[in-house]
């Protein structure tokens, strides 16, 4: 087993940060032909993951005690496809219990 980091504040840094995009499977700009543009309901030009990632999860530490787990393509595909993917959030409580909230929609105002 292989644990990395990589510094970035979320997975968006990740992901635009040139040097550090490849641990996402990188991203690229493609363009649709006609009818696959209307099918996607997205313009002709598009970024893509371009290959499998690095890493099968990736773990945003918000704060000591806050961590939001992605499944790595998943997330990826659904950000660059204009969508919130879906995120376990992972906080300690007062007492140290850690509270696991699996399936919630990746946003500033439940995963911060």
């Not at 997975?11 to 696959?36: C, F, H, Q, R, S």
């Not at 992972?90 to 219990?97: V, W």
Request: hydrophobic share 40%.
């Amino acid at each position: 087993m292989l644990i990395g980091t990589a510094h970035g504040e979320k997975i968006e840094n990740i992901m635009k940060n040139p040097t550090l995009a490849d641990l996402v499977g990188g991203i690229e700009a493609v363009t649709l032909g006609d009818a696959e543009a209307k099918a996607r309901n997205s313009q002709k030009s598009v970024l893509e993951r371009k290959a499998p990632p690095t890493f099968p999860f990736l773990i945003e530490m918000r704060d000591r005690h806050h961590w939001v787990a992605h499944r790595t393509e998943k997330s990826v595909d659904m950000l660059l496809g204009g969508k919130m993917p879906q995120v376990e959030v992972r906080k300690r409580d007062d007492k140290f219990n850690v509270i696991i909230e699996r399936g919630k929609a990746y946003s500033v105002d439940n995963c911060i």
